[in-house]
């Protein structure tokens, strides 16, 4: 099993509203990413998690909060999002032992009203 | 740190015509390298990667790449553009130790013309 699946495809949400992504893969993968892709631009990365632990933050404003509740899965909550975060949000993952590619999720669209 | 430039942001090939698509790379040490394709709406698939062992590697769907140290580039080339070949593409490069900092090119999108 070579996937990264990610779940919802799609999600519409307001500015009030508190939702989440979730990720998960089987490849037994120690790390995890969120990325955020805007149209016509390439991933810009947002997290990573190491072993289950939170190694990178590129500076996410904390309106977006990632959790890895085990090595399998990754979430991201979504709290008071502005329209500006409207994007398709990407996950990936990789070995950590040797250098490997990354495996990506097919994204979830998300729009923020 | 390093970076990747992608040289065009478009790119237009007759059906059957050779891809060329433009890479350089900017790094403080051997870099690993990456081309990845975007389908609409979907997400990354990896094409090929370099991680130092040949220079010319070999990816799917007829696609290869040449690094080449002395001019820091990595293009991907297709002898022959296939309609399903039409979409996006992106060069990345992360450090020679890991995957954590997995950076992207701007990205190419590449047309075929019947």
């Known amino acids: 099993d070579t996937e990264v699946t990610q779940t919802p495809k799609h999600l519409v949400m307001g500015m009030t509203n508190k939702k989440s992504l979730k990720c998960e893969q089987h490849m037994g993968h120690r790390a995890m990413y969120w990325y955020k892709q805007k149209a016509k631009k390439p991933p810009e990365l947002m997290f990573v998690?190491?072993?289950?632990?939170?190694?990178i933050n590129e500076s996410v404003p904390s309106r977006f909060s990632p959790e890895c509740p085990n090595s399998s899965l990754l979430n991201l909550h979504l709290h008071a999002l502005q329209p500006e975060d409207s994007a398709l949000y990407l996950c990936?993952?990789?070995?950590?032992?040797?250098?490997?590619?990354?495996?990506f999720g097919q994204g979830t669209r998300l729009t923020v009203v | 740190a390093q970076s990747v430039t992608q040289l065009g942001s478009h790119v237009s090939v007759s059906e059957g015509a050779l891809v060329l698509l433009r890479c350089n790379y900017s790094?403080?040490?051997?870099?690993?390298l990456f081309w990845y394709v975007q389908y609409p709406n979907q997400g990354l698939q990896l094409l090929l990667k370099y991680t130092s062992a040949a220079t010319l590697v070999k990816g799917i769907n007829g696609f290869e790449a040449e690094f080449k140290k002395s001019e820091t580039s990595f293009h991907l080339t297709k002898p022959s553009a296939h309609m399903s070949d039409a979409a996006e593409y992106f060069c990345?490069?992360?450090?020679?130790?890991?995957?954590?900092?997995?950076?992207f090119g701007t990205g190419t999108r590449l047309t075929i013309i019947p």
């Open positions: 998690y190491s072993y289950e632990k939170l190694s």
């Open positions: 990936a993952s990789s070995s950590t032992e040797g250098n490997t590619e990354a495996f």
């Open positions: 990345a490069v992360t450090p020679g130790f890991g995957n954590e900092k997995l950076t």
């Open positions: 790094s403080s040490v051997p870099p690993y």
